[in-house]
């Protein structure tokens, strides 16, 4: 029997099978850094709060009163965030988002068209139909915390062209440049055309 010729090939079998268990660790450890590597980076960039959080911008109190209010105008910018008395509304009509009314034995907040459309709101009978907005309002209960939030709510809100206005009201109203806005009702005085209220206005950061 070749013992010396079986020890060599025993010997060369296990350098070879060395060399490949070498090759194979050093392959799996190429492997395994790759993958924690990339697994690394996503979870540093899971970390970081990709969420947009805009503020509002800031809030501007104005005074409105309903048609019969010859001191206050009836007439809402939200965009300029002013109260505009008839024949100062008529001149930029077309800019106008809400009108502050009472009509059918209810004070409301409404778009020019409704205001139109009642009747019994002679300041709105002159608007021109082809300039005015059907301006749409989101009762809400609360003021969104953030713009993003406030652009979500209106979306999901029923809306409608005309609102029942009382103190305490919230709303979120879309102004006829795109902006969402955030319209709060305080101080209301007074139960008919004469009537008055506090607007707070404040529009979205987006």
Known sequence: MNVSGLTKKIVAAGF?????????????GCLTDNKKD?????????????????????????????QGNTALGSAIDLDTKKALLSNAALAVQGTIDLVMIY????????????A???????LATAYDA??????????????PEDSELA????????????????????YLVKTDKGKIAYVGVSNLQGDGNTASATFTISLSGL
């Open 103 to 114: 009509s059918d034995s209810s004070l409301q907040l409404t778009s020019p068209v409704f």
């Open 38 to 66: 990339t697994t690394a980076v996503y979870v540093d960039t899971s970390k970081h709060d990709s969420a947009k959080h805009t503020p509002w911008g800031p809030e501007t109190v104005i005074q409105a009163g309903a």
């Open 151 to 170: 652009a979500s709510t209106f979306e999901q809100t029923p809306k409608l062209n005309n609102s029942f206005l009382f103190d305490g009201g919230a």
């Open 16 to 28: 070879l099978a060395a060399c490949m268990m070498s090759a194979s660790v050093s392959l799996t």
């Open 130 to 143: 082809t300039k005015i907005h059907d301006t749409q309002i989101a009762r809400i209960s609360t003021k």
């Open 116 to 122: 139109k459309a009642a009747g019994d709101v002679p």
